[in-house]
Protein backbone atom coordinates (compact mmCIF):
# COMPACT_ATOMS: atom_id res chain seq x y z
CA UNK A 1 0.00 0.00 0.00
CA UNK A 2 1.25 3.73 -0.97
CA UNK A 3 1.35 6.06 1.35
CA UNK A 4 -1.36 8.14 0.21
CA UNK A 5 -3.50 5.18 0.32
CA UNK A 6 -2.08 4.36 3.88
CA UNK A 7 -3.04 7.73 4.80
CA UNK A 8 -6.66 7.61 3.27
CA UNK A 9 -7.25 4.58 4.92
CA UNK A 10 -6.04 6.16 8.38
CA UNK A 11 -8.79 9.06 8.20
CA UNK A 12 -11.52 7.05 7.44
CA UNK A 13 -10.61 4.77 10.36
CA UNK A 14 -10.42 8.06 12.66
CA UNK A 15 -13.73 9.27 10.98
CA UNK A 16 -15.45 5.86 11.27
CA UNK A 17 -14.35 5.83 15.19
CA UNK A 18 -15.90 9.53 15.85
CA UNK A 19 -18.93 8.32 14.29
CA UNK A 20 -19.65 5.11 16.40
CA UNK A 21 -18.58 7.20 19.32
CA UNK A 22 -20.93 9.84 18.70
CA UNK A 23 -23.37 7.24 17.70
CA UNK A 24 -23.03 5.56 21.07
CA UNK A 25 -22.87 9.19 23.19
CA UNK A 26 -26.26 10.01 21.67
CA UNK A 27 -27.81 6.30 22.53
CA UNK A 28 -26.48 6.90 26.10
CA UNK A 29 -28.22 10.15 26.50
CA UNK A 30 -31.13 8.81 25.25
CA UNK A 31 -31.18 6.27 27.96
CA UNK A 32 -30.23 7.71 31.08
CA UNK A 33 -33.62 10.00 30.19
CA UNK A 34 -35.56 7.00 31.54
CA UNK A 35 -33.67 7.54 34.55
CA UNK A 36 -35.05 10.85 34.77
CA UNK A 37 -38.81 9.90 33.49
CA UNK A 38 -40.79 10.32 36.97
CA UNK A 39 -38.66 13.69 38.07
CA UNK A 40 -40.27 17.08 37.90
CA UNK A 41 -39.86 19.30 36.39
CA UNK A 42 -38.96 17.15 33.24
CA UNK A 43 -36.69 20.32 31.79
CA UNK A 44 -33.34 18.10 32.28
CA UNK A 45 -35.02 15.29 30.35
CA UNK A 46 -35.86 17.54 27.58
CA UNK A 47 -31.93 19.17 27.69
CA UNK A 48 -30.36 15.03 27.76
CA UNK A 49 -32.43 14.73 24.77
CA UNK A 50 -31.98 17.70 22.69
CA UNK A 51 -27.71 16.69 23.20
CA UNK A 52 -28.35 13.39 21.59
CA UNK A 53 -30.26 14.70 18.73
CA UNK A 54 -27.26 16.90 17.97
CA UNK A 55 -24.72 13.79 19.17
CA UNK A 56 -26.38 12.21 15.80
CA UNK A 57 -26.82 15.12 13.79
CA UNK A 58 -22.63 15.50 14.19
CA UNK A 59 -22.63 11.60 12.97
CA UNK A 60 -24.14 12.85 10.04
CA UNK A 61 -21.89 15.17 9.36
CA UNK A 62 -19.23 12.82 9.88
CA UNK A 63 -20.65 10.60 7.69
CA UNK A 64 -20.67 13.44 4.72
CA UNK A 65 -16.58 14.12 5.46
CA UNK A 66 -16.29 10.17 5.31
CA UNK A 67 -18.09 9.84 1.61
CA UNK A 68 -15.94 12.82 0.61
CA UNK A 69 -19.19 14.87 0.30
CA UNK A 70 -18.28 17.42 2.54
CA UNK A 71 -14.66 18.44 3.25
CA UNK A 72 -12.68 18.38 6.08
CA UNK A 73 -11.95 22.12 6.45
CA UNK A 74 -12.34 24.46 9.29
CA UNK A 75 -15.17 25.90 9.20
CA UNK A 76 -16.63 22.32 8.68
CA UNK A 77 -15.07 21.41 12.06
CA UNK A 78 -16.92 24.53 13.37
CA UNK A 79 -20.43 23.64 11.82
CA UNK A 80 -20.03 20.11 13.21
CA UNK A 81 -19.85 22.19 17.33
CA UNK A 82 -22.23 24.45 16.22
CA UNK A 83 -25.60 23.78 17.89
CA UNK A 84 -27.66 25.86 15.48
CA UNK A 85 -25.47 23.94 12.50
CA UNK A 86 -26.51 20.55 14.21
CA UNK A 87 -30.21 21.64 14.26
CA UNK A 88 -30.22 22.37 10.73
CA UNK A 89 -28.76 19.18 9.81
CA UNK A 90 -31.60 17.43 12.14
CA UNK A 91 -34.21 19.40 9.30
CA UNK A 92 -32.67 17.40 6.56
CA UNK A 93 -32.14 14.21 8.62
CA UNK A 94 -35.89 14.21 9.89
CA UNK A 95 -36.85 14.95 5.87
CA UNK A 96 -34.96 11.89 5.00
CA UNK A 97 -36.45 9.14 7.42
CA UNK A 98 -39.82 10.38 6.22
CA UNK A 99 -42.28 9.73 9.31
CA UNK A 100 -45.69 9.67 9.82
CA UNK A 101 -48.70 8.31 12.26
CA UNK A 102 -51.55 7.94 10.11
CA UNK A 103 -52.16 6.73 6.81
CA UNK A 104 -53.60 10.19 5.29
CA UNK A 105 -49.79 11.71 5.87
CA UNK A 106 -48.26 9.37 4.04
CA UNK A 107 -50.53 9.56 1.62
CA UNK A 108 -50.09 13.65 1.68
CA UNK A 109 -46.22 13.26 2.04
CA UNK A 110 -46.07 10.51 -1.31
CA UNK A 111 -48.23 13.45 -3.18
CA UNK A 112 -46.17 16.14 -2.05
CA UNK A 113 -42.70 14.43 -3.58
CA UNK A 114 -44.39 13.25 -6.54
CA UNK A 115 -45.01 16.98 -7.19
CA UNK A 116 -42.00 17.95 -6.35
CA UNK A 117 -39.90 15.45 -8.93
CA UNK A 118 -36.17 15.96 -7.83
CA UNK A 119 -36.84 19.41 -6.39
CA UNK A 120 -36.52 19.43 -2.36
CA UNK A 121 -39.38 20.73 -0.11
CA UNK A 122 -38.55 24.66 0.64
CA UNK A 123 -37.44 23.87 4.08
CA UNK A 124 -35.33 21.37 3.33
CA UNK A 125 -33.50 22.93 0.35
CA UNK A 126 -33.70 26.34 2.81
CA UNK A 127 -31.63 24.50 5.47
CA UNK A 128 -29.45 23.12 3.26
CA UNK A 129 -28.33 26.29 1.72
CA UNK A 130 -28.02 28.30 5.17
CA UNK A 131 -25.76 25.63 6.68
CA UNK A 132 -23.76 25.29 3.06
CA UNK A 133 -23.52 29.75 2.55
CA UNK A 134 -25.11 31.26 5.65
CA UNK A 135 -22.97 29.13 8.21
CA UNK A 136 -19.53 27.33 6.56
CA UNK A 137 -19.16 29.79 3.72
CA UNK A 138 -19.52 32.81 5.98
CA UNK A 139 -17.12 31.42 8.43
CA UNK A 140 -14.68 30.61 5.32
CA UNK A 141 -15.14 33.86 3.30
CA UNK A 142 -16.65 36.35 5.23
CA UNK A 143 -16.70 39.48 3.13
CA UNK A 144 -19.38 38.72 -0.09
CA UNK A 145 -23.07 39.57 -0.21
CA UNK A 146 -25.82 38.27 -2.26
CA UNK A 147 -26.81 40.22 -5.22
CA UNK A 148 -30.22 39.44 -3.71
CA UNK A 149 -31.22 38.00 -0.24
CA UNK A 150 -32.10 34.57 -0.56
CA UNK A 151 -35.95 33.68 0.13
CA UNK A 152 -35.73 31.31 3.04
CA UNK A 153 -38.02 29.08 4.79
CA UNK A 154 -38.71 31.13 7.69
CA UNK A 155 -38.87 27.94 10.02
CA UNK A 156 -34.98 26.87 8.86
CA UNK A 157 -34.00 30.83 9.30
CA UNK A 158 -35.76 30.25 12.77
CA UNK A 159 -33.05 27.21 13.37
CA UNK A 160 -30.27 28.86 12.46
CA UNK A 161 -31.05 31.93 14.62
CA UNK A 162 -30.85 29.41 17.48
CA UNK A 163 -34.09 29.06 18.26
CA UNK A 164 -34.24 25.47 19.42
CA UNK A 165 -30.53 26.14 21.31
CA UNK A 166 -32.83 28.80 22.89
CA UNK A 167 -34.89 26.45 24.14
CA UNK A 168 -32.54 23.75 25.32
CA UNK A 169 -30.75 27.16 27.63
CA UNK A 170 -34.81 27.70 28.30
CA UNK A 171 -34.63 24.15 30.37
CA UNK A 172 -31.49 24.65 31.84
CA UNK A 173 -31.42 28.83 33.31
CA UNK A 174 -33.70 30.39 35.39
CA UNK A 175 -33.71 33.58 32.79
CA UNK A 176 -33.72 37.14 34.32
CA UNK A 177 -35.44 40.23 32.86
CA UNK A 178 -34.06 43.64 31.90
CA UNK A 179 -35.86 44.81 34.98
CA UNK A 180 -34.47 41.92 37.28
CA UNK A 181 -37.87 40.27 36.92
CA UNK A 182 -37.66 36.85 36.68
CA UNK A 183 -38.53 35.79 33.46
CA UNK A 184 -38.50 31.76 33.24
CA UNK A 185 -37.70 28.92 34.73
CA UNK A 186 -36.98 25.19 33.74
CA UNK A 187 -40.82 24.57 34.89
CA UNK A 188 -41.53 25.82 31.15
CA UNK A 189 -41.08 23.09 29.61
CA UNK A 190 -43.60 20.55 29.19
CA UNK A 191 -43.93 17.03 28.85
CA UNK A 192 -45.51 16.74 25.61
CA UNK A 193 -42.43 18.72 24.28
CA UNK A 194 -40.38 15.73 26.08
CA UNK A 195 -42.54 13.07 24.50
CA UNK A 196 -41.83 14.81 20.91
CA UNK A 197 -37.70 15.17 21.53
CA UNK A 198 -37.92 11.66 22.80
CA UNK A 199 -39.50 10.52 19.45
CA UNK A 200 -37.47 13.02 17.34
CA UNK A 201 -34.16 11.87 19.47
CA UNK A 202 -35.11 8.03 18.63
CA UNK A 203 -35.25 8.70 14.64
CA UNK A 204 -31.79 10.14 14.20
CA UNK A 205 -30.04 8.30 16.20
CA UNK A 206 -32.04 5.42 14.13
CA UNK A 207 -31.01 7.44 11.21
CA UNK A 208 -27.47 7.79 11.94
CA UNK A 209 -26.75 4.19 12.82
CA UNK A 210 -28.67 2.87 9.23
CA UNK A 211 -25.94 4.81 7.94
CA UNK A 212 -23.42 2.71 9.43
CA UNK A 213 -24.88 -0.68 8.78
CA UNK A 214 -23.42 -2.80 6.10
CA UNK A 215 -26.93 -4.25 5.58
CA UNK A 216 -29.76 -2.83 3.82
CA UNK A 217 -30.57 0.31 4.80
CA UNK A 218 -33.61 1.01 7.10
CA UNK A 219 -35.11 3.59 8.70
CA UNK A 220 -35.19 6.49 5.87
CA UNK A 221 -36.42 6.94 2.65
CA UNK A 222 -33.70 6.03 -0.03
CA UNK A 223 -35.18 8.67 -2.90
CA UNK A 224 -35.40 11.19 -0.13
CA UNK A 225 -31.77 10.20 0.77
CA UNK A 226 -30.50 10.62 -2.68
CA UNK A 227 -31.94 13.48 -3.62
CA UNK A 228 -30.33 14.95 -0.19
CA UNK A 229 -26.62 13.53 -1.50
CA UNK A 230 -27.11 15.35 -4.64
CA UNK A 231 -27.74 18.35 -3.22
CA UNK A 232 -24.92 18.50 -0.84
CA UNK A 233 -22.85 17.26 -3.52
CA UNK A 234 -24.17 19.97 -5.89
CA UNK A 235 -23.63 22.45 -2.66
CA UNK A 236 -19.74 21.34 -1.65
CA UNK A 237 -18.93 21.07 -5.25
CA UNK A 238 -15.13 22.62 -5.42
CA UNK A 239 -14.53 25.64 -7.42
CA UNK A 240 -18.72 26.31 -7.96
CA UNK A 241 -20.68 29.59 -7.35
CA UNK A 242 -23.31 29.22 -5.15
CA UNK A 243 -25.79 26.74 -6.09
CA UNK A 244 -29.46 26.43 -5.36
CA UNK A 245 -31.47 23.38 -4.20
CA UNK A 246 -34.54 24.79 -3.46
CA UNK A 247 -37.34 25.27 -5.16
Known amino acids: MDGANRRRNQSSNKLHRAIRASIDNAWRLHEETYDLEFRTPCATRYVLLIIAQEEAAKAFLLYLISEEIVPLTA ?25 WEEIEELNAIINRDFELGNNLPNDVGSAL ?22 AYD ?21 RIGADGQLASTPAVITQT ?4 ELERASR ?4 AEALTT ?11 FEKVMAALKLLFKPNEGAASVAP
Open 129 to 150: EILRYEKIGRWTVNNWVWAEDP
Open 204 to 207: YINF
Open 154 to 174: REALKLADGKRDRRKQDALYV
Open 75 to 99: AVRRAINDHACKHLVGMIMDYMIMH
Open 193 to 196: EVAT
Open 214 to 224: AEERHGFNKDR
